[in-house]
């Protein structure tokens, strides 16, 4: 190991001289270019039969749903609207969890959109506001996660008192 004007190791290694570099001539070549390849043909994507069977049960419920709702409501008032609600979330969590695998098919999709406008829709006379805003919100959950970056105004409106001396 060569020693430094010290006495201590260098990690260095001089051997002298500078190299002439008068006589070359820089960047006269350009690089080799490399040879473009071939576009790699990629097999069409087949899903698995058990993601579609989830797909279709999942267009099975949500074209279903509104109907399952609207029974609900006619059998139990709007306490079955509640209680629907509370499925309809777990069944937003399952499409959520289906989308985030990649396993979402596009038909499911577009008929969840759907889905959520024919519940909105439904002439249903729910007098709870709290209830209103529930269903409201698992439909704004599930159209959030569909399509984020859409705007809707087909929700219902409220019908909250405003004037708080009408009810003295």
């Given at each position: 190991m060569p020693l430094d004007v010290y006495g201590k190791p260098a990690d260095t290694v001089d051997w002298g001289d500078e190299v002439d570099y008068s006589g070359y001539e820089w960047f006269k070549d350009p690089p080799p270019r490399p040879e473009p390849t071939a576009p790699s043909t990629t097999d069409a994507y087949v899903p698995q039969a058990g993601v579609i069977e989830q797909n279709e049960m999942f267009d099975f419920a949500l074209k279903s749903a509104p109907n399952v709702l609207y029974a609900r409501f006619k059998q139990y008032g709007q306490l079955g609207?509640?209680?629907?609600?509370?499925?309809?979330?777990?069944?937003?969590?399952?499409?959520?969890?289906?989308?985030?695998?990649?396993n979402m098919f596009v038909s499911t999709?577009?008929?969840?959109?759907?889905?959520?406008?024919?519940?909105?829709?439904?002439?249903?006379?729910?007098?709870?506001?709290?209830?209103v805003m529930y269903l409201s919100s698992q439909v704004a959950r599930l159209r959030r996660f569909l399509d984020a970056d859409r705007q809707w105004d087909d929700y219902p409106e409220l019908t909250f008192p405003l004037d708080y001396r009408q009810y003295q």
């Open positions: 609207v509640l209680a629907w609600c509370s499925e309809f979330s777990e069944m937003i969590d399952s499409l959520k969890t289906l989308g985030f695998e990649g999709r577009t008929q969840a959109l759907r889905t959520c406008e024919e519940i909105l829709r439904l002439k249903l006379k729910v007098e709870m506001q709290i209830i």
